[in-house]
């Protein structure tokens, strides 16, 4: 029987946590959005300097382990635990969303980037204005989907001393020794987290699917 009086009497640790969590989930889902929008571009820029260097992004990061990514910006950066595990989580995640913004860039008409340059917008303004949005509009169920994986992954602040959730947790299973209830609980705060987002990423992707 999951014994809930570790929830009543660590409150305060569990919700401290579950704050750490959103905050740095937040951040990094910001930062990780321009980063990876900034990439995406790059990568089918008419620019093979560019070109490369997304590209290089993208394969290095993706095959790196997100953990390794963290440890590195915490012991090299020298920066606090919340704040290197967003950094990592921002590094990681942004080459997931460049690839996913890739994709929307792709498959926008190759019309759209001709009739914007033929009213005179430069390359940057018919991005920005007019093929971006359309991009954003059609890869945001996958968005959706990586804020719930940056979300999980955020637990990895744990292992820098980043105050979140998973930390706490382990602060409270070393206090009680009850680390099974303790766990199952940690967990528990992670679906009050990522069952509302799956419901919202579905519903956006039946809403935008009724208007295509």
């Keep these: ?40 571009v790059m990568r089918i820029a008419p620019f093979k300097l560019l070109n490369w260097v997304g590209t290089a992004y993208v394969e290095f990061i993706r095959n790196i382990p997100v953990l390794v990514i963290v440890f590195f910006t915490f012991l090299v950066g020298n920066f606090g635990g919340m704040t290197a595990g967003t950094i990592g989580l921002t590094i990681y995640t942004a080459a997931f969303i460049a690839e996913a913004i890739r994709a929307g860039i792709l498959s926008v008409p190759k019309g759209q980037m001709e009739a914007a340059r033929s009213t005179g917008l430069t390359y940057g303004q018919a991005m920005r204005m007019v093929i971006l949005p359309q991009a954003i509009k059609i890869v945001t169920p996958p968005l959706g989907n990586q804020f719930i994986n940056l979300v999980k992954n955020s637990s990895l602040l744990a292992v820098v001393a980043g105050g979140d959730l998973m930390y706490q947790g382990d602060l409270i299973s070393a206090m009680t020794y009850a680390t099974f209830d303790t766990y199952i609980l940690v967990g528990l705060f992670y679906l009050i987290i990522t069952i509302p987002l799956s419901l919202g990423v579905a519903f956006l992707e039946k809403r935008l699917a009724r208007s295509n």
């Excluded at 579950?18 to 930062?31: E, G, P, R, V």
């Design 1 to 40: 029987m999951l014994d809930f009086s570790i929830l009543t009497n660590y409150m305060d640790l569990f919700l401290e946590g579950l704050k750490i969590t959103i905050i740095a989930s937040l951040i990094a889902l910001i930062c990780s959005f321009i980063l990876g929008t900034l990439i995406a």
